[in-house]
């Protein structure tokens, strides 16, 4: 079924890129081709910075050899470091790129930009990368440090660091990089989110009791405080943390009932959902789409899916518009049911509707059909991907990476691989490792040595387990040089990356002497 769906979505497709053709033929044939060739230009610089040899060789002249002045709008340069952000490209490299920009008088930054940059440094936990940038961008353009800034720095440094670093980067803040700006509610809604999202309500509840006499609260933090403990799955803390959110004034809105519910919705408690939901109304407090999404995703974990269906019309007959979040819940809980069928047939219906097709739509369709063991499903599903030119999220690949050699299918294994790769994206290191695992373990230790050699290059670092299987494998081959090869690889990015777990160059190199 999965098979002939798949042909007639692609069929379907066809005939609308063909209507649409006819379409655009009224429209200026240079314009089109000046479209075309900007995105063309997009894609070839975010894949030459991420299949540079960093840090072999620098960036820089590289960049002033393909990158003309002229082309650097601030679109392209967002696209690009979007293009960056989605391939997981090393966050130095991400950060030349930008510095490359800033250098040329025609262009002008935009906080898009600078935030994306941001976001890949800290990603990366390249924290004293981040502080240099934005101390540079406070100096020549402050206008670009915003509230998202600010955030997008506070919460890897709570997931990374300590709570006194985090309170300590926001003193940092207020007082050296936003100088100008007096620090109120706002801000001290970004440090609790920073922590809420982490799950770390001791800290959040510490930093709430020690400033919100500073920083006045709104609604606004307590509901932060009280997705939070959401986050946590303590249904009894959501209760008692809304009964005291009441008691200090705060009326609730449909952001507070929405966490209640997906709180209840989390552990399967779908008619203590659906309670609130009703209470919601008889206070006027008007439920959106999101609201009736949460719903539809507690139906599926409740293996409701009458009432997983009967929510979806609901959105309809309060005339409000599913959007794709809304058919991923509905999607989602067919998966739960095991009826792919169904599932295949409302994908089917979402094109047809020009409803998009997200990273979490594929990821549910590709979950269910491997838990049916439909082999055939799945391999259908990832063609039409690859034809769709769409790029999965980290936790895609290693689904399909696993599934693929655990199937004997490392063909496929490396096709995933080589497409990310021409796309300009560099795979999380958990899929270079389920590839390395199956290819070394068949006996492809060449190509298993390649793809190694492919990430390094890229400026990304191997696992300390990737590092082990090829060591075994090619010292039994006496590919001693390849050895000598990787290690001096991995020096040289171990000099500006430091990886997070043990030093493989040191333990390579101890183990070449010591032979």
């Not at 020690?210 to 303590?234: C, Q, V």
Request: glycine share 6%.
């Amino acid at each position: 079924m999965v098979v002939v769906l798949s042909k007639r979505i692609n069929k379907l497709g066809q005939v609308f890129r063909v209507v649409g053709q006819l379409k655009d033929h009224f429209w200026s044939s240079s314009w089109l081709h000046s479209v075309s060739e900007t995105k063309d230009d997009i894609e070839t610089i975010a894949r030459i910075i991420n299949d540079h040899p960093f840090p072999v060789q620098p960036l820089q002249p590289t960049l002033k050899l393909h990158i003309s002045p002229s082309v650097l709008s601030a679109t392209f340069v967002e696209n690009v470091l979007g293009r960056l952000f989605a391939a997981h490209a090393n966050g130095l490299k991400a950060y030349e790129f930008f510095e490359f920009c800033l250098r040329h008088t025609e262009y002008s930054p935009t906080s898009d930009a600078f935030e994306k940059t941001l976001h890949i440094l800290a990603r990366m936990r390249y924290f004293d990368k981040v502080w240099e940038l934005m101390k540079k961008i406070q100096q020549l353009h402050p206008s670009l440090l915003t509230l998202k800034s600010l955030s997008i720095v506070l919460s890897r440094i709570a997931k990374h660091q300590s709570y006194e670093d985090a309170l300590e980067a926001f003193d940092k803040m207020e007082k050296h990089l936003f100088p100008a700006k007096k620090f109120g509610t706002e801000e001290f809604n970004i440090l609790l989110r920073a922590f809420c999202t982490q799950r770390q309500m001791k800290e959040a509840r510490s930093i709430f009791n020690k400033l919100h006499s500073r920083f006045p609260p709104d609604t606004k933090t307590m509901n932060i405080l009280l997705l939070g403990f959401k986050e946590s799955g303590d249904i009894t803390a959501v209760e008692l943390f809304y009964h005291e959110m009441v008691k200090r004034g705060f009326k609730p809105n449909n952001v507070t009932y929405g966490i209640r519910i997906d709180a209840y919705c989390k552990k399967g408690h779908l008619g203590d959902a659906l309670k609130l939901f009703e209470e919601m109304e008889r206070v006027n407090c008007l439920p959106t789409v999101q609201t009736i999404t949460t719903l539809i995703h507690g139906a599926g974990i409740a293996r409701n899916i009458t009432k997983a269906k009967e929510l979806f019309n609901e959105i309809f007959k309060r005339n409000l518009q599913p959007d794709t979040g809304a058919y991923n819940a509905l999607l989602s809980s067919l998966i739960k049911s095991r009826d792919v069928k169904s599932a295949a047939v409302l994908m089917d219906e979402m094109e047809e509707k020009n409803i998009e097709l997200d990273h979490l739509t594929y990821h549910t369709m590709f979950w269910g059909l491997i838990r049916s063991k439909d082999v055939g499903g799945v391999i259908d599903l990832y063609e039409k991907m690859i034809d769709e030119n769409f790029l999965p999220k980290a936790r895609t690949v290693v689904t399909l990476m696993k599934f693929f050699c655990e199937n004997r299918r490392l063909d496929l294994g490396l096709s995933l691989w080589n497409y990310l790769m021409d796309k300009g994206h560099c795979p999380h290191c958990h899929s270079l490792e389920i590839l390395v695992t199956g290819l070394c373990s068949r006996g492809r230790v060449e190509e298993a040595f390649e793809c190694s050699e492919e990430m390094l290059k890229r400026g990304r670092h191997m696992s300390e387990l990737v590092f082990q299987m090829l060591k075994r494998s090619l010292l039994l081959l006496g590919e001693e040089e390849k050895l000598h090869k990787l290690y001096e690889m991995t020096k040289r990015l171990e000099m500006i990356l430091p990886p997070y777990g043990q030093t493989i160059g040191h333990s390579l190199g101890a183990d070449l002497e010591v032979r």
